[in-house]
């Protein structure tokens, strides 16, 4: 029995406005425990919630970045459900009718670009942060639980995928091209290690060739992209193995173990699933009309699969282009290096490779570096011209990274510039063969290998700085 | 007739404990007052869109703006329970 | 002494322009009246004797000034204690609350205090504000200044008993249902529910998010007319609030009806109505017909299905608005082994039987596979009830109705039978569904001494007509003078 894994992916984006959804307390996650609350967030008798503007505006931008339907009427409902970082025991959220709806994300994997469809993006708020404290340490034997509501009320997007995913691969690559794409809209930093985007799956298998999904199984705790693709691999096969062996498949939620590589079944919560979901009479409907969208929509900066086509067809590669395309720092030296002048594979090799090697080592953003795409061009020059040789000019690199100055001036600081003038070289050559007469008539008699031995020469005689290809033809020339 | 309701269903997802007699007795008085509140059913309503709002409105928004929160001691005098800045509650039997 | 704390807003205010008396005064004269009064009436919780003073000093000294914010300045009032007031206790007539000290002033609160007007305290409700006679209270009932015997009504029966018992000039109360409506029939009051959204329901301790208003109760329609224009107007920290501004509810006071088209509601006014109250709703009909209003009988079928779908809304509305009390964050807290134990007994406790039964009936109404046939099918029956009135206001300008089914009741006589007491509402009902505009005047006294109100009703944003209306009716009504209490000097 074959079997094909259908998965879908939930993600919940929280947006970086200055206040809360729906409350003028301050976004902020540095901030002191229980400072930026308000009767709103907070639940206090009395308190009404009035929605952000910009946050409206941010997820019709996401769903519009995703290909969507944007609703022009949506209503915002009440999800009922009693937890205590829940400040009124329900969430403000959307129901039947959200904002955005049947959108797409392309996804390439090994070459192969399939067409995630997207459901459905939703404004909601999120909830206050809870600490539980244990004796042991472990999450189930807490012995009591503090509240912070600084989180509280902060705008988050749902975006739910169609079970349109394959592979834990795939999953994988839908999630961070999602991440990218959000990144891109400057509506959120949308990291996954810091909680500010989040993903769930539903994962479920059926026999190659049938219709009918099988039971779906929710996993959650997938702290970074590796280990969604482990989580989602891991969750795949512990179905199948489920079902190879007879039992079945229980509709539930299991918690992600990345020290053990399993995920474990959360006692079920039961009868916690009837949300009774009602509209919120406390809000208005929300109406986006096709002004208001298309001004919106007027606003999208270029979507990254656009930007990555534009590079390709600037010059670099398919993956230095992909690269590129998801760092705005990489993003905006390439582009203007090309406009100074780079050619555009030489640029991009540059930063996809050398320039991002040096980010990782200092643990530095690009954009906090003194780079700028002039100095890019000059570097490729002068790499072209033969003055660097590769080694001087991963050195020289350093130098401009760190702020010294253009490549011509720190190279010639540094003493690295490489001649490649003919005639100096030819000079310095012959006056090594002249030293060296005896290993000379070996090597025009045939010992090749002692060509090294000559450039090795020329180089000490040069101080290291004749380019060794140069020297190498001049002595080729000298054999005759 | 009166309606016959699963109240200790009901009362666990009002997190409201109740004792046997008063379930039974809240099942009683619930199923007569439903029973009256279901003479809604009798009335035709197809096509006939629900009311949320008595007045037909649509966007009332703010602006992203921050306003001054309230202050943090003022707020946890008031909680039932509260250590080191923050509100503090038993453990839950399941955590997330 | 007293006697000050019989008059109305306008006389209250006349009289300090003149100077024949200070804030200061009538702030003791009411406060007096509340000492000898409240052993037997009950109808405040918090009475904030230093708050009020001093407010009351300060207004004596703009007077002296010449400068007075309004008309409001230095006139004592009675707030609702379901509103929220800064740095003085809020329980909702409720356990849970017990104690609770809010950090912030409702709007309507805020607004009131910047007028000028000095509050006497915080008067006694139906917890949460379910019920329509104050027996409700986890406090003590509050019992009517008419007759100690019977209720003032409810929810705001604290407010309608203050008012009618001289411990306050007017007082604001909510009305969700008929909870400013009813008890002012029942006292002897104006009361007065505005349109939906043209109250700031910010700070108000939520029941039913669509159908709660803010209102006014006081003793002449031209004090009523006063207080709500004060109160009204859009508010952006309320959602729900009507953006444009608040209609008149002064220009045409004193105008008259004649030429006025006024619709008898042939559902309302008869059937469950007490004979009494018929007799007097008829009388007061003739009086408008002979003042030249031309009398229409409508029917509005839909308004015998209100109380159905009004049971189904609210109570789903308000099993949400009463999550957040959980013993989290403030309030009561009784513990738990854990969090979801600790919620409970907590909210077992904390609540009276009211209010669990209505939070159990509309979480019930609002869960899977019952939503459609209960709280939708409710939300489809209330756009009914919304078209057949655009229909029926097509053809008069106001409708009217009694107020309530009979004058007051005894206490402890429909306490065993919850939907006997919810009859209470039939004809106030509809106007919180639609969104409308309504207003209860005394019309005349019962055999046995007891008041009898009359209900006026107008289209959305109809506040002129309808005050314009009950102005009339007023002046053609028998003064019903006031309670004789006998009191006990404390």
């Known amino acids: 029995m074959k079997w094909e894994p259908v998965i879908g992916i939930e993600v919940h984006v929280e947006l970086e406005t200055a206040s809360k959804m729906f409350c003028g307390c301050a976004v902020d996650f540095e901030a002191e425990p229980n400072t930026n609350v308000c009767p709103v967030c907070l639940g206090l008798p009395g308190a009404l919630p009035v929605p952000n503007r910009k946050a409206i505006e941010w997820i019709t931008k996401i769903g519009l970045a995703f290909n969507c339907s944007i609703s022009e009427r949506s209503q915002f409902h009440r999800k009922n459900y009693f937890y205590s970082d829940q400040p009124k025991n329900y969430q403000i959220s959307q129901f039947d009718v959200p904002v955005c709806h049947d959108g797409w994300l392309d996804v390439m994997v090994d070459g192969v670009t399939s067409r995630i469809r997207i459901n459905r993006a939703h404004m909601e708020e999120d909830t206050g942060k809870s600490i539980h404290v244990g004796d042991s340490g472990r999450i189930h034997s807490a012995t009591e639980t503090l509240l912070n509501f600084n989180r509280a009320g902060v705008p988050l997007v749902e975006i739910v995928s169609e079970a349109d995913i ?79 062996s007879g039992g079945i498949i229980h509709q539930e939620t299991r ?140 050195e020289v690199l350093g130098y401009v990274l760190a702020g010294e100055g253009g490549p011509v001036e720190v190279a010639t600081a540094h003493d690295l510039v490489q001649i490649s003038d003919s005639g100096a070289l030819e000079e310095a050559v012959d006056e090594v063969i002249a030293d060296n007469e005896e290993q000379f008539a070996r090597l025009v008699g045939g010992e090749d290998k002692l060509i090294g031995f000559f450039v090795g020469l020329v180089m000490r005689v040069t101080g290291g700085k004749a380019d060794p290809r140069a020297v190498t033809e001049i002595i080729r020339s000298r054999i005759g | 007739m009166p309606i016959d309701i699963d109240i200790a269903h009901v009362a666990k997802l009002a997190r409201i404990e109740l004792s046997e007699e008063e379930m039974a007795a809240y099942r009683a008085q619930l199923g007569v007052i439903l029973d009256h509140a279901a003479k809604v059913q009798a009335l035709p309503t197809e096509g006939v869109p629900p009311t949320s709002h008595p007045l037909d409105m649509v966007n009332a928004f703010r602006d992203d703006v921050v306003t001054s929160s309230l202050d943090r001691d003022e707020v946890l005098s008031q909680a039932p329970d509260a250590t080191d800045g923050f509100f503090r509650v038993p453990p839950s039997l399941d955590n997330e | 002494m007293t006697e000050l704390s019989q008059l109305t807003l306008v006389e209250a205010a006349a009289a300090l322009r003149a100077g024949d008396c200070t804030s200061v005064a009538l702030t003791e004269s009411v406060l007096d009246r509340a000492s000898l009064t409240e052993a037997s009436v009950h109808a405040y919780l918090t009475i904030d004797r230093l708050g009020a003073l001093a407010a009351a000093e300060a207004s004596d000294r703009r007077i002296a000034d010449e400068k007075p914010i309004g008309l409001l300045d230095g006139l004592p009032i009675a707030l609702k204690d379901n509103m929220m007031t800064k740095g003085i206790e809020t329980t909702a007539s409720s356990k849970i609350l017990s104690g609770y000290i809010p950090p912030y002033d409702g709007t309507v609160v805020r607004r009131l205090r910047e007028a000028g007007a000095v509050f006497v305290g915080k008067t006694n409700l139906d917890e949460f504000a379910m019920g329509s006679s104050t027996e409700n209270s986890a406090y003590g009932p509050t019992r009517n200044p008419w007759n100690l015997d019977t209720v003032p009504g409810g929810s705001s029966g604290g407010s309608a008993a203050a008012v009618a018992a001289g411990s306050a000039l007017a007082a604001l109360g909510s009305d969700t249902g008929g909870s400013i409506r009813q008890p002012a029939a029942l006292c002897g009051l104006v009361g007065t529910k505005p349109t939906y959204g043209l109250v700031s329901r910010y700070g108000l301790i939520a029941f039913a998010s669509s159908l709660d208003q803010i209102g006014p109760l006081t003793r002449s329609v031209q004090d009523a007319a006063i207080l709500y224009e004060a109160i009204a107007g859009h508010d952006p920290h309320d959602a729900t609030s009507f953006p444009g501004p608040a209609p008149s509810g002064t220009e045409r006071l004193g105008a008259g009806v004649e030429g006025l088209r006024v619709g008898v509601v042939n559902e309302l006014s008869a059937d469950g109505i007490d004979d009494e109250v018929v007799a007097a709703f008829r009388a007061t009909v003739d009086r408008l017909e002979k003042a030249g209003a031309e009398i229409v009988e409508l029917s ?45 007994l907590t909210r077992a406790e904390g609540f009276g039987s009211e209010v669990i039964r209505r939070i159990l009936l509309g979480t019930y109404a609002l869960s899977a596979g019952y939503y459609d046939a ?112 006998e009191v006990v000097a404390s």
């Open chain 3, 374 to 485: 209960f709280y939708g099918q409710a939300q489809r029956v209330r756009t009914l009830i919304i078209q057949e009135f655009a229909r029926a206001y097509e053809q008069v300008d106001v409708l009217v109705s009694p107020t309530a089914p009979a004058p007051a009741f005894e206490l402890g006589a429909k306490t065993q039978d919850p939907l006997s007491m919810y009859m209470q509402d039939i004809c106030t009902i509809p106007s919180n569904l639609s969104g409308h505009p309504a207003m209860s005047v005394p019309v005349g006294l019962s055999a046995s001494g007891l008041p009898i109100g009359f209900q006026v009703m107008a289209p959305a944003l109809g506040e002129t007509v309808m005050f314009q209306v009950a102005s009339a009716i007023e002046a053609l009504s028998d003064d019903i003078g006031r309670p004789v209490l």
């Open chain 3, 300 to 344: 509005l079928p839909s308004t015998a299905t209100a109380l159905s779908a009004y049971y189904l809304i609210a109570p789903a509305e308000c099993s949400a608005n009463l999550a957040r009390f959980d013993g989290v964050r403030y309030g009561l807290r009784v513990a738990g082994s854990t969090v979801d134990e600790m919620m409970s």
């Open chain 1, 166 to 244: 394959r592979s834990a691969a795939q999953a994988r690559a839908y999630a961070q091209d999602l991440r990218t794409v959000v990144a891109a809209l400057g509506v959120s930093d949308a990291k996954l290690e810091e909680g500010s985007i989040r993903f769930d799956a539903n994962v479920s298998i059926r026999p190659v060739g049938t219709e009918p999904f099988g039971t779906k199984v929710e996993v959650k705790n997938m702290n970074s992209f590796r280990s969604l693709e482990r989580a989602v691999d891991y969750e795949i096969h512990r179905q199948e193995s489920v079902l190879k």
């Open chain 1, 255 to 394: 918690h992600w173990d990345e020290g053990e590589g399993v995920t474990h079944s959360m006692r079920s919560k039961e009868g916690s699933s009837d949300y009774r979901y009602f509209p919120e009479p406390d809000l208005l409907p929300i109406e986006v009309t096709d002004e208001w969208r298309d001004a919106i929509a007027a606003t999208l900066p270029e979507m990254p699969a656009a930007r990555v086509l534009r590079y390709v067809a600037l010059g670099a590669d398919a993956d230095s282009a992909a690269s590129l395309a998801g760092s705005a720092a990489l993003a905006t030296l390439f582009e203007s290096a090309v406009e100074a002048g780079a050619p555009g594979n030489v640029a991009a090799n540059w930063l996809t490779g050398e320039v991002t090697a040096w980010s990782r080592r200092e643990s530095l953003d690009v954009a906090e570096s003194a780079l700028t795409g002039e100095h890019v061009r000059d570097l490729a020059a002068m790499v072209a011209a033969n003055s660097l040789s590769s080694t001087a000019a991963k």
